[in-house]
């Protein structure tokens, strides 16, 4: 199928593109990588009449070291991600679950970016971004702002963007002396994640000193299993002690009932999965 | 309408599109390419794909407009230009990567940006590698049969540098 | 004659790369879509968003007036002119057979039915025309689940009809006199099995949409169709739309798979054609993969109640089955057919001694159903190996050998079944020793005691089916005694060129199967040119006029021999003129490897090409002879051949998450001689892994209103590369008794074996669990809920599988 028609234009600076997508108001988007919104527009499922093309923002492209931070720009491709030395340093997470995005095609166009604004719950990347306590870094109408991932999910394909805003980068603090692993459980290599566990451990003298988790389609938006984090903070590592702190995955979690699964099979898994992510990203 | 220019199998083409025109229907209604195949709404099947700026795309997915002054490579450009078959055009017909052929176009498309990234990609790389593609007719077996031996038979004749083991042949710029 | 017995060697049986690869790994290939002509306009079919509605009203002005559109037309434009689309196959007499327009007049019957036409300058116009159009419904109840449809007071379908039920059909082999009564076998048995299984919806989803392209500028009106019935879809456009049959030209260009899904007559071929005629203009239509998935027929979509009788032995006593198939809102080609072709397959390879099938098609307001991979055939191998399994768990036995104990040996061929059928061979000992010797059966199983055992969270299960199938649909007298329209012969036609290079034009219409190969490895040898030297033709009624196309695995079984026969004929015609030029008597003349030899003089010979030109010549011809080396042939077969072979499939199911992982898969299958190794195999890998998808991952779902919510590749999850496992593969030879090749054919049997392997193996995984079975697809979550549920049986508390 084929879109129906827009306009289209190509922004030549972020100040071009905040501008143009202001004017535009709510019949205007951001295209990134196009990997979410170009099936959408080819089934008719959205019929914005003005695209606002970011791909010629070659400064929101790339990784850099900032300190004790990674700022990944929002317009790194999937690809770029998941192979950069720097991610794979200090943030493999990411490299984890960018990894298990859609396909090769898919991620060599689909944007880091564009999947945090588009808050997919099957995403992959907003619970990780969660899990990291990364923080956007928005340009707006008003000039740039700051938000929080805790604040940036906002609910169902929702987040803290409003129109004319642009994502531009991500500030994702360095985790050192942390492991890491990306649980995701679909039937289908294709498919979105029915559930999603991201967890980063840090272990010190057998025990687990720290851990964070977050939880991929367990709501509206990614949750934080702050419960499963509070009862491994110095828990031992074992088997045991890990099973019964991923027990407390469900707290804060309200699991929809979709096409892909029902509520009752995600309250299933998700305390499985989580015990199994941290068990992984434990090296148990 | 919007003025791109594009290199498609070496040649430079300028054409005013509607924005909404996607590459795949730009290549196939445009340029003739029709090679290059539509089997799905949702960028699942794959048939589509081509190389944009070396790397492996769904061309149903891409927006003509977002490949200006881009240089494709489609299925109709991967043979040399004396005919000769790329070593994975080779290796399908050989190990009988195909049967109707409708995803062929894609599935070879996917799997030499796969041996560029890989040389030597075990069974289970090259089922991953291939995930984003749809074949209906031959269970995959003899397909991952080819990539197999297109990438030996590609490591044998280019032996020093891995990265230039298979660029995007035949395409001249 | 010696020609008669002359067994091909050479090119049959060799692993010959396919000639059609050529074209299709360079692109340069010839799907419909492709094709555009000077003039030709595209269209877009408007959908019934509603599966059932009175269609009140419909403006098409504003769509008019869009831009780019030229015409825009609705049911009502073409009422009179559009015919319906047809059922070639009445099952019984008193069966319901309402009208299908192909564009819906008053009534809609299932979400996706054609409302509306736009012709425009171009697709996107045309699209965008579509939103122009306002049509008004008036909504009536939707019926999607069969049982509810039977219900008393349950909302019609068709109201004119009173009724959902489309037909029953009845077989009893005590009252055909094929074997006893089930009643009586069930009351006299020690044990009695009951179990209901499902054969979900499924959707074909061949990978290229249908599209069709009609010229109507020309004296025949020329119809490129993505079809694998291209003679029935001319046939059936001249007979339904009352047009003289040699205006009307088909061609099948490539295309892109088909699995029976494309053997269909289609309401996008009668639209390109009405609006092609009404616009005196090239049209072109196709669809998007949304409307395929909505709009093409589905497959499968059956409820199986199986009753299995058997003495404490094992020896079976009885076989009744009864099924209800779903037809959708109307009645294509095959609709009610489709589950009766697997009505002869329920006994399996097994010899009950009474049998019972009955078979009740139900109307709903769900797109219609027709032929899948296999075409009510997968369905009854499933029903029985399933239901072999549950009465070896039943009786505590291994359930191969419950199979061994059953199943007609070796040396029981030819044997007559109790459904009526006589197998012609097989040996299913030899298959299934060597399936185990690969599969490592034994291993396996002690594997799954120890984690059985350990109470291991992931536990391994054995799946077995063995299976025969019917190959080569069909003999002409059997379908006409079964109410099917159409016969099942086919043809061949050879022409000899004067440089003694070989045209051949076979009536079947290949989509992936390989026949431009096949067929030359078979004229190269049986008329003795290289393999290079033959070109094979076929899809174009302008050319092969004469054939019944492709589907059920007849291609080769039927037109295979249509073929042999055929280059018989030619080696005959050219018999006169090469005794002409050797001087000798015809009879005296020996033909082999291309060339006539005098018996008994070693230097004496003519070769074929040679005759050919001679022939062209004309300048010398033998009393008699033609100036010209073509022939033609047909065949008819008089049975079917039966295929058969034994599949193992071991599965490691998660019970933490229901995830079914298959481990190792064999599959040994004796489908008699085979032309081409390579192209069987392929077909082989290609049929296990549609049965694998049914088995574990596909499933087309309609939400209470009965919209189709699995309508994209999305939500309708066919596998990919790695989504599937390695199979193996391995043959047993026993070839077919009647035919000259001894091939019995392929296409479906990897489909119709791998399913209830699968299913069996999920099961047998989780039988320890008090799990007796798993519904399809066995989905993560569908296994997960049937242990949960299992577990709640078992621990008193009730609860019931979703
Ligand atoms: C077959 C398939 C499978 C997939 N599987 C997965 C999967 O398993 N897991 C997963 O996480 N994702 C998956 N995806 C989605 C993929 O990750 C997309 O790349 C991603 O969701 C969107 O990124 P994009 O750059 O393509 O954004 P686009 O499609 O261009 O945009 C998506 C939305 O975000 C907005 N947007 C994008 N960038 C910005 C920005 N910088 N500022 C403001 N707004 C912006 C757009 O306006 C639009 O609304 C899949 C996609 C497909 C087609
Ligand atoms: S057509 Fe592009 S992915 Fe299917
Ligand atoms: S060969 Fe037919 S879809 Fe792959």
Redesign the pocket.
Same mark, same amino acid.
């Given at each position: 199928m084929i879109p129906a028609a827009f306009d289209y234009t190509r922004a030549a600076t972020v100040e071009d593109a905040v501008t143009a997508l202001a004017g535009a108001g709510d019949d205007g988007?951001?295209?990134? +990588? +196009?990997?979410?919104?170009?099936?959408m527009l080819r089934l008719r499922l959205a019929a914005p009449a003005m695209l606002v093309d970011?791909g010629g923002l070659t400064e929101l492209r790339g990784v850099r070291d900032d300190g004790d931070a990674l700022v990944i720009g929002?317009?790194t491709t999937?690809d770029d991600v998941m192979r950069h030395p720097l991610v794979h340093e200090h943030a493999p997470l990411i490299a984890q679950a960018a990894e298990?995005?859609?396909d090769r095609q898919?991620r060599h166009?689909?944007?880091f970016?564009?999947?945090l @604004?588009?808050a997919?719950p @099957?995403?992959?990347?907003p619970g990780v971004a969660l899990a990291m306590d990364a923080v956007m870094s928005v340009a707006g109408p008003g000039g740039m702002r700051e938000v929080p991932a805790s604040e940036f999910f906002v609910d169902y394909f929702t987040t803290a963007?409003g129109p004319g805003?642009?994502?531009v980068s991500v500030r994702v603090p360095k985790l050192t002396g942390w492991t890491t692993h990306y649980e995701k459980f679909h039937q289908l290599a294709?498919s979105?994640?029915v559930v999603g566990v991201a967890a980063a451990v840090r272990r010190s003298n057998g025990s687990i000193a720290e851990a964070r988790v977050a939880l991929t389609n367990m709501g509206v938006t990614p949750v934080r299993a702050r419960g499963v984090e509070e009862a491994l903070r110095g828990a031992p590592a074992t088997a045991d002690a890990v099973a019964a702190a991923a027990g407390r995955a469900l707290e804060g979690a309200s699991p929809l009932t979709d096409g892909t699964a029902s509520a009752e099979y995600r309250t299933q898994l998700a305390p499985v999965l989580t015990r199994r992510a941290v068990m992984a990203a434990g090296g148990l | 309408m919007t003025r791109i220019t594009m290199t498609v199998d070496g040649v430079r083409y300028d054409d005013d599109v509607e924005p909404r025109t996607l590459l795949v229907q730009h290549l196939r209604d445009r340029l003739g390419k029709v090679g290059t195949v539509v089997g799905c709404d949702?960028?699942?099947c794959g048939a589509c794909t081509v190389l944009l700026s070396g790397k492996s795309v769904k061309s149903c997915?891409v927006l003509a407009v977002q490949a200006d002054g881009a240089d494709v490579t489609t299925i109709e450009g991967l043979a040399g230009t004396d005919g000769e078959l790329h070593p994975v055009q080779a290796a399908f017909h050989e190990s009988h990567g195909l049967q109707c052929g409708f995803c062929t176009p894609g599935m070879i498309m996917s799997a030499v940006d796969l041996l560029t990234e890989n040389a030597d990609p075990s069974d289970a790389e090259i089922r991953e590698g291939l995930e984003g593609n749809l074949c209906r007719c031959t269970g995959y077996q003899n397909i991952v049969k080819a990539v197999r031996s297109a990438a030996e038979s590609m490591r044998a004749s280019v032996p020093s540098t891995p990265e230039s083991a298979a660029t995007t042949e035949g395409v001249t710029t | 004659m010696t020609v008669t017995e002359h067994r091909p060697t050479g090119e049959v049986g060799r692993d010959r790369r396919r000639k059609e690869d050529a074209r299709l790994i360079t692109g340069r290939t010839s799907w419909t879509d492709n094709l555009s002509l000077p003039g030709m306009l595209h269209l877009a079919i408007l959908r019934s968003p509603m599966a059932h509605a009175r269609i009140t009203g419909i403006d098409v002005t504003p769509a008019r007036g869009a831009p780019g559109v030229i015409d825009v037309f609705t049911g009502q434009d073409v009422a009179d002119i559009q015919g319906s689309l047809p059922c070639a196959w009445a099952v019984t007499p008193d069966i319901k057979q309402p009208a299908h327009p192909p564009l819906a007049v008053d009534e809609v019957r299932f979400a996706g039915e054609p409302v509306a036409v736009v012709a425009a300058r171009d697709q996107a116009s045309a699209l965008d025309a579509l939103e122009a159009i306002d049509v008004e419904y008036e909504p009536m109840p939707a019926v999607m689940d069969m049982e509810a449809a039977l219900a008393d007071g349950a909302p019609l379908v068709h109201e004119s009809l009173g009724t959902n039920k489309c037909y029953t059909w009845v077989f009893d082999s005590a009252e055909a006199g094929t074997g006893g009564d089930v009643a009586s076998a069930a009351e006299a048995a020690d044990v009695v099995v009951r179990s209901r299984y499902v054969q979900q919806r499924l959707i074909p989803a061949f990978m290229e949409p249908r599209s069709v392209v009609v010229d109507p500028t020309q004296d025949q009106i020329t119809v490129w169709s993505s079809t694998q019935v291209p003679h029935f879809v001319r046939f059936f456009l001249a007979f339904m739309l009352s047009m003289p049959e040699h205006k009307i030209r088909v061609i099948a260009p490539d295309v892109g798979g088909g699995f029976g899904g494309k053997l269909q007559v289609t309401a996008e071929e009668f639209i390109s054609f009405l609006a092609a005629r009404r616009l005196g203009r090239p049209v072109k239509c196709t669809e998007s993969r949304a409307e395929s998935m909505l709009a093409a027929h589905h497959g499968r979509d059956m409820i199986q109640d199986v009753e299995i009788s058997a003495r404490s032995d094992g020896t079976v006593t009885g076989l009744n089955v009864r099924l209800l198939a779903n037809m959708g809102g109307y009645l294509r080609l095959l609709t009610p057919a489709t589950p009766l072709l697997g009505r002869y397959m329920y006994n399996g390879i097994y010899k009950f001694p009474a049998h019972r099938f009955e078979c009740t098609g139900v109307f709903t307001t769900t797109t219609p159903t027709d032929a899948y991979r296999g075409a009510g055939r997968p369905e009854a191998t499933f029903a029985v190996e399933r239901a072999m399994d549950d009465l070896a768990a039943k009786l505590g036995m291994d359930p191969m050998e419950l199979r061994r104990r059953n199943w007609v040996r070796h040396d029981e061929f030819p044997f007559d079944t109790v459904t009526g059928l006589t197998y012609d061979s097989g040996n299913y000992e030899a298959a299934t020793d060597r399936a185990m010797e690969l599969f490592g059966y034994d291993e396996l199983r002690r594997e799954q005691r120890a984690r059985r055992d350990s109470g291991d969270p992931v536990q391994l299960g054995i799946g077995i089916s063995t299976y025969t199938e019917m190959c080569g649909l069909a003999p002409s007298r059997w379908l006409g005694s079964l109410g099917y329209a159409a016969g099942g012969w086919e043809s061949a036609s050879i022409r000899m060129l004067p440089t003694g290079k070989v045209e051949v034009l076979t009536g079947t219409s290949p989509h992936g199967q390989g026949h431009e190969t096949a067929w030359s490895q078979i004229v190269a040898d049986q008329l003795g040119v290289p393999f290079e030297d033959v070109e094979v033709m076929h899809g174009d009624t302008r050319t092969s006029y004469k054939g019944l196309d492709t589907y059920g695995s007849r291609s080769l079984a039927v037109g295979g021999i249509a073929l042999v026969e055929a280059c018989k004929r030619v080696v005959e015609k050219a018999r006169p003129m090469a005794a002409h030029m050797l001087e000798c008597d015809p009879a005296d003349l020996e033909f082999a490897d291309g060339a006539y030899r005098v018996k008994g003089t070693p230097g004496a010979a003519k070769s074929i090409t040679e005759c050919a030109l001679a022939i062209f010549a004309a300048h010398d011809l033998p009393e008699g002879v033609e100036p010209y080396l073509d022939a033609d042939a047909s065949y008819d077969p008089v049975d079917f051949s039966f295929p058969h072979g034994t599949h193992l499939c071991a599965v490691e199911v998660d019970t933490e998450t229901g995830m079914v992982t298959i481990r190792s898969y064999v599959a040994v299958d004796d489908i008699g001689r085979v032309v081409n190794p390579l192209i069987v195999e392929g077909q082989v890998h290609g049929g296990v892994a549609q049965g694998i998808a049914q088995a574990l991952f596909e499933e087309a779902r309609y939400d209470e209103d009965g919209n189709l919510t699995t309508g994209t590749f999305v939500e309708y999850t066919i596998p990919s590369a790695a989504d599937l496992p390695q199979i193996v593969t391995d043959r047993t030879e026993t070839p077919a008794p009647g035919h000259p090749l001894g091939a019995k054919g392929v296409g479906e049997a990897g489909t119709i074996a791998s399913t209830p392997a699968v299913v069996n193996a999920v099961v047998d995984a989780l039988r320890p669990l008090g799990v007796t079975d798993v519904r399809m697809p066995c989905t993560p979550e569908r296994v997960w809920s049937t242990i949960a549920a299992a577990r709640a049986a078992s621990s008193g508390d009730g609860g019931e599988a979703r």
């Open positions: 988007k951001a295209l990134a +990588g +196009g990997q979410s919104l170009l099936p970011l929002a317009m999937h298990t995005v859609g898919i166009l689909g944007t970016g564009g999947s @604004a588009h997919d @099957a995403g992959d990347l963007l805003d642009v994502l294709q979105w994640s | 949702t960028s699942n997915s | -």
